[in-house]
């Protein structure tokens, strides 16, 4: 079992899903049975997702991404 110093250590690879899945699911168990810990995880998943919808709400401008493009082609 899991105590709150493992679950610091493995919250963001568990966010990430680069656990095993032994590993995912004693994360699980954990956060199920751990206030604490559960309000950090959604704390964290919330700022990541948030993260994630500002990212794809910006683009870059269409002259910066050619070049870009350019130099991966290269």
């Given amino acids: 079992m ?5 679950m610091a250590e493995r919250l963001y690879p ?8 032994e590993e995912m699911a004693a994360v699980k168990r954990h956060l199920q049975d751990c206030p604490p810990c559960r309000h950090w995880f959604v704390f964290e998943e919330n700022i990541l997702r948030y993260i994630g919808e500002c990212g794809r709400k910006v683009r870059a401008p269409e002259e910066l991404a050619a070049r870009i493009r350019e130099l991966r082609q290269s």
């Fill in 14 to 21: 568990y966010l990430d899903r680069e656990l095993s899945p």
């Fill in 2 to 6: 899991l105590n709150c110093d493992d």
